[in-house]
């Protein structure tokens, strides 16, 4: 499962080491940095044997979003009792992965993803945790995912991330020409975009759900 582990905008040398003696722990090799701190000798020291980690990664100016099949955003924080996206939980990740290139990203130490970072994922994982302190150390985070994924072996192929565009367009269409308020579509829209994303599709279910979508379009 060729699977990037992506820090966007890390400011903390140490903590890139962190993260990179837990990815070796886990046996995940793929680390992408994306506009960092500098890496310095303290990233190397905390690294400790996974400095080669460190050597290899990838740096970028920006986060590569479409280069995915599936980008997995991660946040400490729910926003409010009705978010309009919805969270997966690392178990519910786990159960959903397929065969395809994955990039799971995490923010900044100091506030995380951005509302429209986290807008281009496509689903969305929190780590449950204690609601007087929520938020947890980033090489915590990263080993508890990571640990989550080292469980199983993905089986299906991941719908690509065109296939899922085309859906989420095709039932946005559909929607549209229903006899309902504007706010009662955005609705509807958020909630079906909702299960999409939990359900993280094959090849296989988005093209059939694609062309049942353009039968009721053409129906409606």
Known sequence: MPVDIVLLQPESPGNIGSVARVMKNLSFGNLVLVNPCPVTNETKGFAMHARDLVEKAKIKKEMDWDSYDLVVGTTGIKVGKNPLRSYITPEDLRKRMGKGKVAIVFGRESRGLSKRELERCGCICHIPTSGDYPVMNLSHSVAIVLYELGKSKP???????????????LFKGVIERLNYSQDKKKIIYTYLRNVIERSILSKKEASILTGLFKKIRGRV
């Open 155 to 169: 089986e299906k192929d991941l719908a690509e991330q065109q296939q899922i565009s085309n859906l989420e367009n």
